[in-house]
């Protein structure tokens, strides 16, 4: 299905951190059974360090997106490259490193493993990133959340605001080049929202790594560099990127 | 981590975890106390009698010799005369011999009636011999015998469960029921000395002289027992079993051949091993049973924590996706999967070692005050070992679907 080389066609000094190309996703109606297109994406890239903002409303096909970018999902038709690799043309095992080493993924429920400690947790990420146990550099990024003393203690019995502040040491601490938050802010109020948007940018802009962030919450928008409706991802619309700080159409 | 991963996940999960442990360590307990038991009751079993190279009693089946003559169950159908005692005791291949007569019991315990060769030659274990743990003064322990016609002497097991001391006084009854009609209540029998437990039917049974039991089954002679002096009792003229002694072991199968030989008062002689052999193939079957039926525990809870798995392997759904999406791969999750069953085996496997320990530790001094079984409290290493293998491998097996659904949820599951 993947047959051409695109990679002349890559600017030689910038690379993206994630481009997909021609990606058309469909899967069987729930009701008619009938395959439907749910996504259609022409092109779009996320330059390093870049931060965008993907709006939709649930239902929209948005965790769908971001299981097709993190490789756990196929498209249908269509190319995603992350980090200059094509996540189709490798293995399982290469595509599951990939993930592991390049993206850090921050949810809507912090997706920690809350009976390991944080500590215990950002071990593991960065095990599975096939990195060392950099013990150093967790308890500098922990102590940059505020989390130091927090650190032998098990996830369960952190507060929302803790365990906000660990998903986003996860996400972080095997350095990766695109950080993918999935409605990371849904369970939190408009304080602690703010205050988990400014951690998030600020520890991105620090390490330098993208931000693709998902939400339905419009109010989040003024701290991203490109907003994407999801709406225009699908059929009949004009399947490419809202341009820079474009007003939504709500 | 991986471990670290598999411990603390099966520590969430802490009542569950324990309930499939406890079934697990249960079963393997059994097992283990199965193989153990019977090993030991076997041996027990053979070790009921030794250094008696035939037993001879009138025409029956060998296995009932055997049960009446060792193991004191049950009672001759026909007697053996005594001519033909004293003729097998002319034979110069016959090193010794001593008769035994059943039939009389004292509250459920069998009366052996016997004279002092039984002490002299009678062996069990290996090659032990018949000792007293307490005596009148006149007898000597380690070298019992009959110093007056109304003496008995009783096995550890009786002593102990009815608490007579030497120097008691107690009556016998005819027949082998607790409570027969007729007892010999005229005869008064003094306990003169109490047998070393043995771990065999010896410890359940009463020794008197037989020419005491013989006078005692004549009316005439019994109200004279009392008082009466070996040279007033009659010679006994039938026996139940004759126990024979060789002078040389080579000999034993020409002798067994001459004494089955066709007769006007036809014997069965008996090889005691070959016997027991051939009785312990009987309740083999019984054993091989058991065993089977403890294998079947194990599988069962071994199903069991599968199942637990397989049902929380549902439920760790997010888990499953989580750990896809920072980076573990399905096999990753397919080992982790398996790592738990092995957990949860090695600590079930650990449990049934101690709680099998602690109940032969516990149970020994039951066994063998019921049932006057001796068992070692120590489990046979081997059987450990066959088992851990084999309960770890099955684990393993076992965990394949639990782990399989994990590997699958994995692919399939998006985040």
New interface residues.
């Given amino acids: 299905m993947i047959t051409a080389d695109l990679s002349a066609d890559q600017p030689v000094a910038v690379q993206p951190v994630l481009e997909i190309r021609h990606l058309l996703h469909a899967w069987p109606d729930a009701q008619s059974g009938q395959a439907e297109t749910l996504l259609d994406i022409r092109h779009f890239q996320l330059q390093a360090g870049e931060r965008c903002f993907l709006h939709g409303p649930s239902g929209s096909g948005k965790s769908t997106l971001l299981n097709i970018i993190a490789g756990l999902c196929q498209p249908s038709t269509g190319e995603i490259w992350l980090a200059g690799k094509s996540l189709w043309q490798l293995s399982a095992r290469q595509r599951d490193h990939l993930r592991a080493s390049k993206t850090g993924v921050i949810s809507q429920t912090f997706n920690l493993l809350p009976y390991l400690t944080v500590s215990e947790n950002l071990q593991l990420m960065q095990n599975f990133a096939g990195q060392h146990n950099d013990r150093y550099w967790q308890g500098y990024l922990l102590q940059q959340l505020n989390l130091s003393e927090q650190a032998n203690q098990t996830v369960a019995r952190l507060s929302v605001g803790q365990q906000q502040r660990a998903a986003i040491a996860r996400a972080l601490v095997h350095r990766p080049a695109l950080i993918i938050a999935d409605e990371p802010t849904s369970a939190l109020d408009n304080d602690n929202k703010n205050a988990f948007m400014r951690l998030l940018l600020q520890e991105c802009s620090a390490s330098g790594a993208s931000l693709l962030l998902v939400s339905h919450d419009l109010s989040l928008q003024p701290h991203f560099d490109r907003v994407l409706d999801i709406a225009s991802c699908k059929p009949g619309q004009r399947a490419t990127p809202v341009s820079e700080k474009e007003p939504l159409p709500c | ?1 991986l471990m ?2 598999a411990v ?2 099966l ?2 999960r802490k009542l569950a975890v324990a309930l499939i442990v406890l079934a697990m360590s249960l079963s393997l307990a059994t097992l283990l106390l199965t193989r153990s038991l019977s090993s030991e009751l076997r041996s027990s079993f053979s070790n009921s009698i030794s250094g008696t190279d035939l037993i001879v009693a009138a025409r029956s089946h060998p296995l009932q010799v055997l049960l009446y003559s060792v193991f004191r169950m049950g009672t001759p159908t026909q007697a053996m005369s005594a001519e033909r005692w004293h003729e097998i005791e002319q034979r110069p291949q016959t090193a010794w011999t001593f008769p035994i007569v059943l039939g009389d019991s004292h509250q459920g315990y069998a009366v052996i009636g016997t004279n002092d060769d039984y002490f002299r030659h009678f062996r069990y274990g290996r090659q032990q011999a018949l000792q007293l743990s307490s005596a009148l003064p006149e007898i000597n322990l380690q070298k019992p015998h009959f110093a007056a016609p109304l003496q008995v002497f009783i096995g550890a097991t009786v002593a102990r469960e009815r608490g007579y001391a030497v120097g008691d006084h107690l009556h016998l009854s005819h027949g082998s029921h607790g409570h027969s009609f007729m007892q010999h209540k005229e005869v008064d029998f003094v306990v003169a000395g109490i047998l070393q437990p043995t771990g065999t039917p010896v410890d359940r049974s009463l020794h008197v002289h037989l020419q005491t039991l013989e006078a005692l089954h004549d009316p005439q002679q019994a109200l004279r027992l009392t008082n009466a002096e070996w040279q007033d009792l009659p010679e006994a003229d039938a026996i139940s079993a004759l126990f024979i002694g060789l002078t040389s072991r080579p000999l034993l199968f020409q002798l067994q051949n001459v004494l089955n030989q066709p007769h006007q008062e036809p014997l069965t002689a008996v090889i005691p091993g070959v016997a027991l052999s051939e009785f312990w193939q009987l309740l083999g079957n019984a054993e091989q049973l058991l065993q089977a039926l403890s294998l079947l525990m194990l599988i069962t809870s071994l199903l069991g924590s599968v199942a637990m798995l397989q049902v929380t392997v549902a439920g760790r759904r ?2 499953i996706a ?9 096999l990753y999750l397919f080992v982790l999967l398996e790592t738990e069953v092995l957990l949860l085996t090695l600590l079930s496997w650990l449990l049934a070692l101690s709680m099998a320990a602690a109940t032969q530790w516990l149970a020994q001094p039951l066994l063998a005050e019921h049932y006057g079984l001796l068992i070692e409290p120590l489990l046979n290493l081997q059987d450990v070992w066959f088992y851990a293998a084999l309960s770890l491998g099955l684990a393993l097996l076992a965990g394949l679907l639990p782990a399989l659904s994990a590997y699958r949820l994995s692919l399939t599951t ?2």
Avoid: T, V
């Fill in positions: 981590m670290r991963l603390k996940s520590l969430q997010q888990e989580l750990l896809r999406i920072i980076g573990a791969r399905p998006q985040h």
